[in-house]
T-cell receptor, first 114, second 111 residues
């Protein structure tokens, strides 16, 4: 069964900490995405990547960075965690032709910053 | 112009009833309209999708109705069951581009 795996289901971090969220897919997908999900706001795109070492800003990149050193792995980095970054984070991947083949999502990481 | 507006934000339907969720868009270049279903503790999963060359697509109890002139599309769930309780997202895209998401609808089916 093909999948997208996010390293942690729940994470609690302190304000100011550097936080790493890891995402691995086993489908050989070129495209990978990081979203955050908040009630009433839906899915908001943070960053995406169309290829190894390639990254593009999404709608809300401030306070975040990403790394894609290998095709199967896409990491989201919170440089200095703040309480307003408490959220559910979702990773997704898809084929190069993009949306029309469907996004495969991980189960999410619920991050709490205290 | 890139927005997809989804309503209602939440919906409660009796078991056996019809659940209807609506979405509207502005960008006439959109050519792919999927719906995703998300259960608690899981990521969204593709449920059903439609292209603007057809007005309706049905898969089991789930139907997408598409009105190109009104720039609206909707998801109908017939004979709604408690197992359908989930959050539903509509989305839209231009071919080969990323999805633009609606805000989501939390659907609760009462037994």
């Amino acid at each position: 069964d093909v999948k997208v795996t996010q390293s942690s289901r729940y994470l609690v971090k302190r304000t100011g900490e550097k936080v790493f969220l890891e995402c691995v897919q086993d489908m050989d997908h070129e495209n990978m995405f990081w979203y955050r999900q908040d009630p009433g706001l839906g899915l908001r795109l943070i960053y995406f990547s169309y290829d190894v070492k390639m990254k593009e800003k999404g709608d809300i990149p401030e306070g975040y960075s990403v790394s894609r050193e290998k095709k199967e792995r896409f990491s989201l980095i919170l440089e200095s965690a703040s309480t307003n970054q408490t959220s559910m984070y979702l990773c997704a991947s898809t084929l190069p032709t993009g949306a029309n083949y469907g996004y495969t999502f991980g189960s999410g990481t619920r991050l709490t910053v205290v | 112009q890139q927005q997809v507006k989804q309503s209602p934000q939440s919906l409660i339907v009796q078991k056996g009833g019809i659940s209807i969720i609506n979405c509207a868009y502005e960008n006439t270049a959109f050519d792919y309209f999927p719906w995703y279903q998300q259960f608690p503790g899981k990521g969204p999963a593709l449920l059903i999708a439609i292209r603007p060359d057809v007005s309706e697509k049905k898969e089991g109890r789930f139907t997408i109705s598409f009105n190109k002139s009104a720039k609206q599309f909707s998801l109908h769930i017939m004979d709604s069951q408690p197992g359908d309780s989930a959050t539903y997202f509509c989305a839209a895209s231009i071919i080969d581009y990323q999805l633009i998401w609606g805000a989501g609808t939390k659907l609760i089916i009462k037994p």
